[in-house]
């Protein structure tokens, strides 16, 4: 009566999300015969149909869930309204991320079967994708399980099957498999939650890796011909254990349907495998040379990687009482301690503080573990592995430096810069090394895509160098850098509440800082060209799909259109825009969920053939495309949490506004962003991460900063 014109969605075998108003549905109810019946499973209803939400409330026993910490456009789904007919149901699965659940039955009846952890039910298979651990069941719905397979399920004493009546609760303990068929038309309410118990097993599950994942849901059949006692004495087992001889490379299927040809429906093997669902067993098949950062994510992860660094340094901060069992949690998760380690060595060797209990997690979402201590700041650059990193790290000295040498007035709105060097993690020992991003440290020399013709002094690894390299593997050496901690917050963790005015004000901020970038002068390309070539760049100033005399790693310049002339900065350019231009689709991907994936199909669409139209181009009389200008310096990652700003805190002895916060009302109107007479609550102080610095067409991003604030609004 009060829902009837609410829409809610529906579940259905395929993966197309559909909705249907409820006195639609219960149209549908009444009339169906189908074998597989539409079901509401709707984990919106709380957002749609609030008044349902004041209809119940959480049972005492299962109030505590550690995902309250998260803002409710950041927590996973958790809770579902489940409505549906006989003969509709949910087939065998283990819930997400190893979540524990709750059902409350509120009228008709539910069948319910349950098996326990590391073993697998009949006619189940799993697939466990290699590459990043993404887990996918096969399994005959609820109605053929409980009539065909009914004979196969009822051999093991492991198989719990009871029915559910109206006002019964359920719970289902974290790690056990589930199926559910309505014996009649049903309406229920069921809400998954993280708490104590379970928390260490959800960080486990979220870890990256496909071994662990295999044997959390399929016990040591993942691992064929292993027995505890081989996980105890090598934990390092060959991951090709989990092959089958006709399985592909990228997938994992583990086989456990019964046999039938055996003469009886028993798998000796599950029945009697010694499986343990401890944390502390699991945790041995964790593959301990990966790490969290440089991991493809799991795309059936419940939350996004960003999101799982934010909740656990959300957990930190909120409660404090546990830090012991959410320090166990990040362990598995993101590897805190292998990242604490590096951050230790590298405050004793500056003489730093210590990291404080508060300090021991890294901090933000980025992409890179990023570590407050006291009033310092310590980034570890780790995203893409050793060679990207020494290139971002490089860059940003690079920047630096010629901020300094050319007084530029944006210096004043970068952190300071107070030290720069690498981690070295070999033979279970951590050392420093220091490094001011000018030549080619004994460390990096030795790694064949570092030139060895490259002159003795400079910036090999700086903005020049960056347009050609590829990505290679994690080697255990870290860059790392120390600046200097700003005041206040980012504006990530302000946006809601700014107003109008102090948005436009942060838009006059970046615009003027911007331009002050593009005024910039380019660093020479003199380290980035060996004694021999230097003869011959000069003369090569029109190229024609051949990169003769100019020197390069790994890029290709023979994407650059024939008959183009162009100034010598511009090839590494457009090599460096066809190459991301071939992995575009891919990389979006790995982004998961930000970006819809029939957006990122039809991307392609509009990524112009020619890259070089996107520039400021011309053709003259002869046919040939010339440039107007020279590139410039481009900040490629000016996000939200790349901000600094500062509060304008009112002279509490005078009741007036402090002289910053005047200068930049006053900037604000004379840019034509403040018409108000109200003063700023939070003024922009500092941009941050210069790490993915580029050379670009300077036009692009502003266009792109208009539209940004333009859709803010």
Same mark, same amino acid.
């Given at each position: 009566m009060n829902c009837g014109d609410i829409a809610f969605r529906i579940s259905q075998m395929n993966s197309g999300k559909i909705t249907m108003k409820l006195k639609d549905y219960m149209s549908y109810m009444q009339l169906q015969h189908d074998e597989d019946p539409l079901y509401i499973f709707?984990?919106? !209803?709380?957002?749609?149909?609030?008044?349902?939400? @004041?209809? !119940?409330? =959480?049972?005492?026993?299962?109030?505590?869930?550690?995902?309250?910490?998260?803002?409710?456009?950041?927590r996973p789904p958790f809770r579902w309204l489940i409505i549906g007919p006989e003969r509709s149901g949910a087939s065998w699965h283990i819930d997400p991320a190893l979540t524990s659940a709750w059902n409350t039955l509120l009228s008709g009846r539910k069948r319910w079967a349950l098996y326990p952890p590391g073993r697998v039910p009949a006619g189940v298979t799993v697939h466990v994708n290699e590459e990043d651990g993404d887990v996918n069941i096969d399994s005959p719905s609820s109605l053929q399980l409980f009539c065909s397979y009914s004979g %196969?399920?009822? !051999?093991?004493?492991?198989?719990?099957? #009871?029915?559910?009546?109206?006002?019964?609760?359920?719970f289902v303990p974290s790690g056990w498999w589930h199926c559910v068929l309505n014996l009649e038309t049903t309406i229920a309410v069921t809400q998954n939650f993280v708490n104590e118990t379970n928390f260490k097993f959800v960080c486990l599950d979220m870890a990256p890796g496909h071994r662990h994942k295999g044997v959390v849901r399929a016990g040591l059949l993942a691992v064929r011909g292993c027995t505890p006692s081989d996980v105890m004495n090598d934990a390092s087992l060959d991951t090709d254990q989990l092959n089958f001889p006709d399985m592909t490379r990228k997938e994992k299927r583990l086989r456990t349907q019964l046999k039938e040809d055996s003469g009886n429906n028993k798998n000796e093997f599950l029945e009697d495998q010694d499986f343990s669902y401890d944390i502390d067993f699991l945790s041995n098949f964790l593959e301990q040379d990966r790490d969290h950062y440089n991991s493809i994510w799991c795309s059936s992860n419940c939350i996004g990687q960003r999101e799982l660094r934010l909740w656990l340094h959300k957990l930190w901060v909120v409660k404090p009482e546990m830090r012991s069992l959410i320090w166990e949690g990040a362990c598995l998760a993101l590897n805190a301690k292998r990242w604490l380690e590096c951050v230790m060595e590298i405050c004793a060797s500056h003489n730093l503080p210590c990291p404080v209990d508060d300090e021991r997690l890294p901090v933000?979402?980025?992409?890179?573990?990023?570590?407050? +201590?006291? %009033? !310092?700041?310590? @980034?570890? &650059? =780790?995203? %893409?592995?050793l060679e990207s990193s020494v290139h971002s790290l490089g860059s940003e000295l690079e920047f630096y430096t010629l901020l300094k040498e050319k007084s530029s007035p944006l210096i004043d709105n970068i952190p300071g810069v107070m030290a720069s060097g690498f981690v070295v993690h070999e033979n279970s020992f951590i050392r420093t090394v220091p490094w001011d991003g000018k030549g080619v440290p004994h460390e990096i020399s030795k790694f064949d895509w570092v030139n060895e013709n490259l002159a003795i002094d400079g910036f090999h690894f700086g903005v020049w160098s960056k347009q050609q390299f590829e990505l290679s593997a994690c080697t255990g050496i870290w860059p790392y850098l120390i600046t200097k901690r700003c005041k206040g917050d980012i504006f990530a963790n302000l946006r809601d509440e700014l107003p109008k005015e102090d948005i436009l004000n942060l838009a006059s901020f970046l615009g003027d800082k911007v331009r002050n970038l593009h005024l910039l002068p380019l660093p020479p390309m003199q380290s980035l060209i060996s004694p021999d070539d230097e003869g011959k760049v000069h003369q090569n100033r029109r190229l024609n799909g051949q990169d003769e005399g100019l020197p390069h790693a790994n890029a290709s310049i023979m994407a650059v259109p024939e008959c183009l002339t162009v100034p010598f900065e511009w090839p590494l350019f457009i090599a460096s825009m066809n190459r991301r231009k071939r992995d575009l689709l891919s990389r979006l991907a790995k982004w998961g969920d930000p970006i819809p994936g029939n957006l990122i199909n039809k991307l392609e669409? &509009?990524?112009? *053939?020619?890259?070089?139209?996107?520039?400021?181009?011309?053709?003259? @009389?002869? %046919?040939? &495309?010339?440039?107007?200008?020279?590139?410039?310096? +481009?900040?490629?990652?000016?996000?939200?949490?790349?901000?600094?700003?500062?509060?304008? =805190?009112?002279? @509490?002895?005078?009741g007036e506004i402090t002289p910053e916060a005047?200068? #930049? #009302?006053?900037?604000?109107?004379?840019?034509?962003?403040?018409?108000?007479?109200?003063?700023?609550?939070?003024?922009?102080? *500092? +941009?941050?991460?210069?790490?993915n610095l580029s050379i670009g067409e300077s036009s692009l991003p502003t266009s792109f900063f208009s539209s940004l604030f333009l859709t803010y609004f």
């Open positions: 709707d984990e919106k !209803y709380g957002e749609i149909a609030p008044t349902l939400l @004041k209809d !119940y409330t =959480v049972p005492h026993l299962f109030r505590e869930d550690f995902f309250d910490v998260l803002d409710r456009d950041k %196969g399920l009822m !051999y093991t004493h492991f198989l719990l099957i #009871m029915t559910q009546l109206p006002g019964e609760t359920i933000g979402t980025g992409s890179n573990p990023v570590y407050l +201590i006291s %009033g !310092y700041v310590i @980034k570890i &650059y =780790v995203e %893409g592995g669409e &509009y990524v112009p *053939h020619d890259l070089a139209m996107l520039l400021d181009v011309f053709k003259n @009389k002869d %046919g040939q &495309y010339k440039f107007h200008g020279s590139p410039t310096w +481009i900040h490629t990652d000016i996000m939200d949490d790349n901000i600094h700003m500062e509060p304008c =805190v009112p002279n @509490k002895s005078l005047i200068v #930049m #009302m006053v900037n604000g109107a004379l840019n034509g962003c403040s018409q108000a007479k109200r003063p700023l609550k939070w003024h922009p102080t *500092h +941009i941050l991460d210069f790490s």
